[in-house]
């Protein structure tokens, strides 16, 4: 290993192309080229969940981990384990609602080998029945055991998310449900796979330090993937939420995570997505300390661990600092996300967080926090996307929603230096709807909580140590914080219920 | 913030094992200037040219194995959200970070307490100046104090609905009698309810670990290092040292095997844990270095164990095995998830079945040169961002003081043999050092 490579010119301006430097249609690749001795891949295949066929959720998931973990006709999951072992490389399909990216990362020492397999599994799928059976029983259990017991905090985002777009192609967990799972066949697999991972539905993206020669040779490579057709994106139209609604989870549990949110008619590609933005990070930005919510509910009361609010759709949010790349939608979600409160904390958080909503929704934005939120984004967006895997996963979210160069998060940035706070409380006005939400708790008790949600009970709350003044006297308003709940609009479920 | 500690230790295993493969004469693969101030206080400074972005890293080399009073667990972690508490030149820590769109956080572990922040380039002084100020001057008022601690409750809440933080806090409760790896990183359950009795302690915390030869600072990515040098001397020379170390007890040595049974609150597949007392890290210990790769060689993803158990037989949802890289010793864990309760006894005795084969078999060479191989690609392949580096470095700092352990322990695992690693697998793994843990849910 020459110590040469790694001095770091990683981070020469990125350049970026999507040029006309070889033949092939150029709409359909994506090159970030940068000194680093590693190569990255990313294929995006215009398939996601929302192509899973009626009573067979989870199809799409299934094919992904068919070439995750299924390996290839010439060698089986574990001589590819084997062959990739010594290159700390492996290759992975992400499904999310619209798309499906197939990436992967070597080391240039190493590409030859490793190229070969990793095309090989996309060209060659070795679909064996032991596999097949593995993995679903293993989607089986992620739903019945992992998603339903282990984090309170994402089982609730899954309901959210299904109850938004219920009735939709998006109205379903990506994994399926565990019915779904076990209607679906090897051969539902291996048709799904022809259908969509054709050689006229993908887009490539290649970074890092590659000769420009590998470019001609991996396409020339997916060009022998079956003929098919490009699958076309339609916008889904989720039906509006009206008034609010609530769905409880009763579950036993020590603590109650709560999500809410709704549908949102705008995208990043809109101008007005950029001050709306900003209107949210001021709200909720994720994971930091900036966020209101965080201050009202965790810096200012104790209640919980983190409090964020956000205008895309956010998932795996618990495990993640930054915002994900290539889960777009064509119609995202605005959420608030309230990490667990303690259970008789539960009506007084909602109620907190809602207040504050209201209140940005009516009042708008302050000149003061207008101007600190300003400036914090135009540097902290740096922070988005801080290496070359990711910059393509940008520029591949970029290309789904119609924004050129020189790309989102550049035009995020320059944005702020420009924005003003009246396009800000424009976008709030227009854009955030406190009236109009589902909201999901994660709880035990959920009559008791229903009642008191219906008839808007005063939700007083006791603090384990003195705060101050001005917090309490703001607890009063809190308490009885009048929130239109009918009972018509309040559901129970069991947890056992949930995805089956 | 506190790191899964579950994915603390997988995290810093490929981190270690990645490290061990570079060559000698240069395993870190970039320009590293020092600058140790007279008060003890020293700084590692890699300038990285070209993001426009710094990171700023500080380690503390405490973190709840240095909780050793009674009643104390969970308290570094509690004071790692103290720090953001604000001083009396910057009472609003928070407000400052925001400011300038710098990502700020910290996390808590065993062995160390970190704080780091990521900005643009031309606001290092101002961070500079603002990091120094919190570790000499922290400020923060009794009812601040109070309701962090809600704060603090909230996250062991949200952490406890997650099995494998049941079992990790019943494992080490079980395991130790006398050491502070006895408790978790979050803490019992009581002492953080009892947290917000603790201000006066926590002074006392604060004067006793929060000192110069305590905390190593880590600088990476676009910055000039001699004018940065100068600017440390200029913020960090004022700080008092008065480092007061922690009485931790040594564990006594086990002398018979242990076992528990864990009922989880809600449903999970079972989950058996196995953990076999071994040592500190300490590059110079030869059964220690051998037994690091038999973690990923006899459990990991290309062993014939997975093999047989994860693709084949399809018993298990995955095992793992976990080398510690601790300051002081702590047990070598390997971890499965049964797929049927029926199965666990069979799980067990395929497992204890691949240890004794390595008793006397010895390890594919193969395998092992391409586990090096591995370490070393895996290594390299993570150091993308100047962040990326930053972030690679605490765990080493807090176990040696520096970084320079990076290239001696390379070297030592570049030349463990096959015939050492039988040794170390004959020395570690004795009945009377074995510790099980079986968590079912209901």
Redesign the interface.
Known sequence: MKKSFLLLSFFVPVIFMTTNLFPVDKDRIVLLKTEEPVIHFKIWFNVGSKDDPKGKEGLAYLTAAMLNEGGTKNLTYSEIIDKLYPFAAGYRASVSKENTVYSGSVHKDNLNEYLEIFLDQLLNPGFREEDFNRLKQEAISFITTTLRYSSDEELGKAVLYNELYKNTPYGHLDAGSVSSLNSITLDDVKEFFITYYNRNNFILAIGGGYDDALIDKVWNTLEKLPDGKINPTKTVEPAAVSGLSVVIVEKKANATAISMGYPISILRSDPEWYPLALANSWLGEHRNSSSHLYQVIREARGLNYGDYSYIEYYPNGGWRSKPPVNVPLTKHLFEIWIRPVPNNAKHFALRAALREFTKLSVEGLKPDDFEITRKFLEKYVLHYAPDTDTRLGYALDDKFFGISAPGHLKKFRDKMGSVTLDEVNSAIKKYFNPENMVIVFITPDAEKLKNALVNNDASPIEYQTPKPNSVLEEDKEIINYKLKIKPENVKIVQVEELFN | MLINKFLVKIIFSVLIL?AAT??AG?VF???VQRVNLKNGFKAILIP??????VSYYTVVRTGSRDEWEPGKSGFAHFFEHMM?RGTDKYPLF??VT??????A?AYTSDDLTVYHL???AE?LEKVMDLESDRFMNLNYKK?EF??????V???Y??G????FEVLFEKFQDMAFDKHTYKHTTIGFEADIKDM?NQYDYSLTFYKRYYRPENCVLVITG?FDPESTAKMIEKYYSAWKPGYVAPKIEPEPVQTAPRERTVEY?????PIVTIGYKCDAFDVKNKEYMAILPFADLAFG??SDLY?KLV?EE?KV?FIAGDAPMKRDPFPFMIYTRV?SESDIDYVISEIEATIEKYKTELIDPVKL???K??????F??R??????VASSLPMYITLTGDITVIDEYFDALMSVTPEDIRNAVNHYFVKTGRNQVILK?N
């Open positions: 990645s570079v060559q240069g693969p970039f320009k990285i040219k070209g993001s426009g972005l953001f928070d407000s925001t400011t300038i769109g710098a990502d956080n990521n900005f643009a606001d009812d109070m309701t962090e601690s809600g704060a409750y909230g996250e809440r949200k406890i609905t997650n099995p917000p676009d609150d809600g449903k999970t597949l993803e290309n093999r693709l399809q949802q797929k040169e391409g586990l191989k591995r370490m070393k690609y895996g390299l392949m150091l993308d961002s100047p962040e990326a849910g």
